[in-house]
């Protein structure tokens, strides 16, 4: 049965804090296939049964691991302009999760949560990033998609690729999606 993650404070906040740095540094030091509740709570300085009680077993712990490190720590820089916003914004996103460890974070953020919320919570990292990037062209004065849109032309298919596609997948994939969506032309792809 799948647990509600739920952001605490206090004492909560820092077993969840202990028992994440624990997850991070063992899977640095042993491997994920090593990582066992018992060897995460000794580490993170709790008993086994604070984490059977808080995440269930060791998948969705893992996967409220993977979840937490995939969200963005900063705003997506400003470039001047929403074309050049954007395709920085998709280059580093493809970078992040393309990456073997990115990989391996949606792998674990999905099969830690079979109903699908930590799905979402990765989608609304990536829609916050998006509208953080139109708001500021939309302040320009520059036209603009809506969040979703750049969501189905520009996330979806990364996603797709990044996950069922890899082989040959580089930022030139990443400027392209967003020319077509900004029905300009990429000059690195002419």
Same mark, same amino acid.
Not at 11 to 30: F, G, K, N, T
Not at 124 to 132: F, G, H, S, T
């Given at each position: 049965?799948?647990?509600?993650?739920?952001?605490?404070?206090?004492? =909560?906040?820092?077993?969840? &804090?202990?028992?994440?740095?624990? !997850?991070?540094?063992?899977?640095?030091?042993?491997?994920?296939? &090593?990582?066992?509740?018992?060897?995460?709570?000794?580490?993170?300085?709790?008993?086994?049964?604070?984490?059977?009680?808080?995440?269930?077993?060791?998948?969705? *712990? *893992?996967?409220?691991?993977?979840?937490?490190?995939?969200?963005?720590?900063?705003?997506?820089?400003?470039?001047?302009?929403?074309?050049?916003?954007?395709? #920085?914004?998709?280059?580093?996103?493809?970078?992040?999760?393309?990456?073997? =460890?990115?990989?391996a974070y949606i792998r674990d953020a999905l *099969?830690?949560?079979?109903?699908?919320?930590?799905?979402?919570?990765?989608?609304?990292? &990536?829609?916050?990033?998006?509208? !953080?990037?139109?708001?500021? #062209?939309?302040?320009?004065?520059?036209?603009?998609?809506?969040?979703?849109?750049? !969501?189905?032309? !520009?996330?979806?298919?990364?996603?797709?690729?990044?996950?069922?596609?890899?082989?040959?997948?580089?930022?030139?994939?990443?400027?392209?999606?967003v020319a077509e969506l900004l029905g300009t032309?990429?000059?690195?792809?002419?």
């Open positions: 049965m799948s647990r509600q993650m739920v952001r605490p404070g206090g004492r =909560s906040a820092r077993v969840q &804090a202990s028992v994440h740095d624990a !997850v991070r540094a063992l899977m640095s030091e042993v491997g994920r296939d &090593a990582l066992t509740v018992p060897l995460v709570a000794q580490r993170a300085g709790v008993t086994p049964s604070t984490i059977y009680r808080r995440w269930g077993d060791l998948k969705e *712990l *893992l996967s409220d691991v993977a979840v937490e490190r995939l969200r963005p720590d900063t705003a997506p820089r400003d470039q001047g302009d929403l074309s050049a916003d954007l395709t #920085a914004w998709a280059e580093q996103f493809l970078d992040e999760m393309a990456s073997a =460890s990115g990989r *099969l830690g949560d079979p109903v699908g919320r930590n799905a979402g919570q990765c989608s609304a990292y &990536a829609a916050e990033q998006i509208d !953080v990037i139109l708001g500021r #062209a939309t302040e320009r004065g520059e036209d603009t998609p809506d969040v979703e849109t750049v !969501v189905d032309r !520009v996330v979806a298919p990364l996603m797709y690729r990044i996950l069922f596609r890899p082989a040959g997948l580089d930022g030139t994939y990443a400027r392209r999606l032309t990429d000059r690195d792809d002419r």
